[in-house]
């Protein structure tokens, strides 16, 4: 009788832990795609999530920039088009390399991943993506 109990009180723990960690996260990358970035995440378990933020940072600027908030939709794999990534968080143009921070809201606090853009965009994909920026 003494094992069951130790055991339940085991398992309850374990519980206790995994729910009060939020999301699993198990992939978070940025890669280009054309002229755009992509932003990648998969999530095992979305226990306590109330948000996903989407921020960035170039090289050149002194802090994070939010761009994007996602609700979670209890799906696998996420994804957001950054589609202003020459242009600055504020309308200021920016340089690489970038760094993007995936921050997860829960409901016991917040946890950050970070991934850098490899490699550091072409010269011409850079003005091309300015030009298109200018427009939008």
Excluded: C
């Excluded at 055991?7 to 309850?12: Q, Y």
Aim: proline share 4%; aromatic share 10%.
């Amino acid at each position: 009788m003494v094992r069951k109990t130790s055991l339940a009180a085991v398992l309850l723990l374990l519980l206790g832990v995994s729910l009060a960690l939020g999301a699993t996260i198990t992939l978070f990358q940025a890669s280009f795609d054309g002229t755009n970035v992509r932003v990648d995440w998969e999530v095992t378990n979305e226990a306590g999530v109330d948000s996903y933020e989407i921020w960035r940072k170039a090289n050149n600027e002194p802090s994070f920039g939010r761009l994007t908030t996602v609700a979670p939709t209890a799906q696998r794999r996420y994804q957001f088009l950054d589609t202003n990534v020459y242009r600055g968080v504020a309308g200021t143009t920016s340089g690489g390399p970038f760094t993007y921070r995936l921050t997860v809201r829960t409901t016991t606090g917040d946890q950050n991943y970070t991934t850098v853009l490899n490699p550091t965009p072409s010269a011409v994909q850079r003005s091309w993506g300015s030009i298109k920026s200018m427009f939008r």
